[in-house]
């Protein structure tokens, strides 16, 4: 039995042809976005970015007012979301070359549903991927504070006459007795 995420997403689509925004919605996994929002140019799509953040957004290139790839390449240095771009099929292998290192999944056009499908549940697979990753970062940034903390208690304990090893019982034996963490011992000495 597959996992399904609860997981909540935004999207942020830019087309100044609402055909285009009409496919896109189609196209999205049903239930698994709580915003779609739209916008018709590269200038609006930023006045939105800086109002708010989205999970993902989805380019059908040319805009109003730009191609769109400089608009990429300019929010993905800022941003961290998911990026599809959709460009005539005569550039496509020239704007998908230039935009791979930038991590944004390149689609020409005509466009097929399930062509856009497919580029979206990656993006939502990357985006999946990215958040187990950082979650586990913070988890292992907490667990250096700690061991940060609980040496430096070791040290104070040290410079009060126990040795290394007594220092290292000693905070073990604490929370133990206390029902504290070895963390919150090792606060209690240094503060």
Do not use: W
């Not at 007012?65 to 240095?77: A, C, L, N, S, Y």
């Amino acid at each position: 039995m597959s996992k399904v995420s609860g997981k909540q997403y935004s999207v942020l689509i830019i087309s100044a042809a609402e055909q285009f925004n009409i496919v896109v919605k189609k196209s999205l996994p049903g239930g698994r976005f709580s915003v779609i929002d739209s916008c018709k140019s590269a200038s609006a799509a930023k006045r939105k970015l800086l109002m708010r953040g989205y999970d993902m957004i989805i380019i059908n290139s040319p805009l109003l007012d730009e191609f769109g790839t400089q608009f990429v390449m300019d929010i993905r240095e800022k941003k961290s979301m998911g990026i599809v771009i959709v460009v005539p099929n005569e550039v496509y292998s020239e704007v998908s070359d230039r935009l791979i290192d930038y991590g944004v999944i390149t689609v020409a056009k005509p466009i097929k549903d399930k062509q856009l499908s497919m580029g979206v549940r990656l993006l939502l697979a990357m985006q999946e991927n990215m958040m187990n990753a950082q979650r586990k970062v913070v988890k292992l940034e907490e667990k250096m504070e700690e061991l940060r903390l609980i040496s430096r208690a070791k040290i104070v304990l040290v410079q009060r006459g126990m040795t290394e090893e007594d220092a290292h019982e000693y905070i073990i034996r604490q929370a133990m007795n206390s029902g504290m963490t070895k963390k919150a011992v090792a606060e209690e000495i240094l503060f």
